[in-house]
């Protein structure tokens, strides 16, 4: 099975500060990737599909992008409302695993 | 309007059974691929199980063989019938809804339903 391994596991920076996660796929995935948003006590939310295709409604300043089996979501300026844990999940395949989640937090 | 919402949990023995249910509305559960994923308390997501348009179903190794997914396509609603449970099935459970029928994410989930296993 694919193994879907995200980091930092959390991380703590600034009101404007440009914010960075990585997942890395063990094997190959091509750009099947999403990034979800799960607020505190709320749903997980849609935020990025194929890689780098944001979903409708999701602010501008979330991006994706990709680089062989590496993926990345970039906050280019940390909001207080983007306090949140983050999921990467593939979708090549049958078997949809998840990353461990990245914990977002405001300094 | 896309609505999904969960219902059937609650708090089941050990080595109990239980069928949770995913009504859907505002779209045709049996055109689409839809998925169970579940949340431990304090922990990270972990999918569960999926069934395509076409009727094909898959499950984590770790529910393989206990759980089986559904759909009713006359109530349009989504089912996992869950047996076997365990201490480590206690979750939050989610339906979700990929659109299409085959390779997508997950755009719209449910509120969500909790599943106790405790005696």
């Known amino acids: 099975d694919i193994q879907m391994t995200q980091s930092p596991s959390s991380l703590s920076a600034s009101v404007g500060d440009r914010v960075t996660i990585t997942c890395r796929a063990s094997?190959?995935?091509?750009?099947?990737l999403a990034w979800y948003q799960q607020k505190p006590g709320k749903v997980p939310k849609l935020l990025i599909y194929?890689?780098?295709t944001l979903q409708s409604g999701v602010p501008s300043r979330f991006s994706g992008s990709a680089s062989g089996t590496d993926f990345t979501l970039t906050i280019s300026s940390l909001q207080p409302e983007d306090v949140a844990t983050y999921y990467c999940?593939?979708?090549?395949?049958?078997?949809?695993?998840f990353g461990q989640g990245t914990k977002v937090e405001i300094k | 309007e896309v609505q999904l919402v969960e219902s059937g949990g609650g708090l089941i023995q050990p080595g109990g059974s239980l069928r949770l249910s995913c009504a859907a509305s505002?779209?045709?559960?049996?055109?689409?691929?839809m998925s169970w994923v579940r949340q431990a308390p304090g922990k990270g997501l972990e999918w569960v199980s999926s069934?395509?348009?076409?009727?094909?179903?898959y499950y984590a190794d770790s529910v393989k063989g206990r759980f089986t997914i559904s759909r009713d396509n006359s109530k349009n609603t989504l089912y996992v019938q869950m047996s076997s449970l365990r201490g480590e099935d206690t979750a939050v459970y989610y339906c979700?809804?990929?659109?299409?029928?085959?390779?997508?994410?997950?755009?719209?989930w449910g509120q969500g339903t909790l599943v106790t296993v405790s005696s």
């Open positions: 194929a890689a780098s």
């Open positions: 999940q593939k979708y090549n395949s049958a078997l949809r695993t």
């Open positions: 094997q190959g995935i091509s750009n099947y």
């Open positions: 505002g779209f045709t559960v049996s055109s689409n691929y």
């Open positions: 069934i395509y348009s076409g009727g094909s179903t």
């Open positions: 979700a809804r990929g659109p299409g029928g085959g390779s997508s994410p997950l755009d719209y």
